[in-house]
């Protein structure tokens, strides 16, 4: 199984701050990583896909690089909506697995 | 638009089971699978498994084997999730989701307590 270990696990950041999040797979699964945003009481939401690929309708200061291992999700000029946790997920290989998760708290 | 919408809260004693749907619309059912993925109250997202939608294949994660069993109704647009000899552990939000790589629409959820 390939295990997504992401740092840190809580962040307290400013209004208009960048954050950088990253995710670290166990193995090497290429681009296969996507990234969702979940705020309370909500159902997850596709943010990135294959580490890097846009989702419409996302707000533009969520981007997403790397590939192999090593992952990032950089969110430019923090609003204060974008309180939530955020979550890394790899399809290489089954069985699908997440990331524990990163809670980001809007100071 | 895409919606997936699943059905309501349910309330179990152990050792019972649930099934819980998740209709589809806004789409053609068979060109996107459906995976299922649960959240225990406070915890992180759990992956269980994954449907082919055109031929009714699945994957489960191995916790699972032998308690899940996803199923689909493709007149109905609809995909299922049941889970038997269910645990106090098994209290959780347990999601429907398009797609089995970015999952890029999800259902609303449904709170599955289990409590004798």
């Known amino acids: 199984e390939i295990v997504l270990t992401q740092s840190p696990d809580f962040q307290s950041v400013t209004p208009k701050e960048k954050v950088t999040i990253t995710c670290r797979a166990s193995?090497?699964?290429?681009?296969?990583l996507h990234w969702y945003q979940q705020k309370p009481d909500q159902s997850p939401k596709l943010l990135i896909k294959?580490?890097?690929q846009s989702i419409s309708g996302v707000p533009s200061r969520f981007s997403g690089s790397g590939s192999g291992t090593d992952f990032t999700l950089t969110i430019n000029s923090l609003e204060a909506e974008d309180a939530a946790a955020y979550y890394c997920?790899?399809?290489?290989?089954?069985?699908?697995?997440f990331g524990q998760g990163t809670r980001l708290e809007i100071k | 638009q895409v919606q997936l919408v699943q059905s309501g809260a349910e309330v179990k004693k152990p050792g019972a089971s649930v099934k819980v749907s998740c209709k589809a619309s806004?789409?053609?059912?068979?060109?996107?699978?459906i995976s299922w993925v649960r959240q225990a109250p406070g915890q992180g997202l759990e992956w269980m498994g994954w449907?082919?939608?055109?031929?009714?294949?699945?994957d489960y994660a191995q916790k699972f084997q032998g308690r899940v069993t996803m199923t689909t109704d493709t007149s109905m647009t609809t995909a299922y999730m049941e889970l038997r000899s269910l645990r106090s552990d098994d209290t959780a939000v347990y999601y429907c989701?398009?797609?089995?790589?970015?999952?890029?629409?999800w259902g609303q959820g449904a709170l599955v307590t289990v409590s004798s």
């Open positions: 989701a398009r797609g089995g790589d970015g999952l890029d629409f």
């Open positions: 294959y580490a890097s």
């Open positions: 193995q090497s699964i290429g681009s296969s």
């Open positions: 997920h790899q399809s290489s290989s089954l069985p699908i697995t």
């Open positions: 449907i082919n939608t055109y031929n009714g294949n699945t």
């Open positions: 806004g789409y053609t059912f068979t060109s996107y699978g």
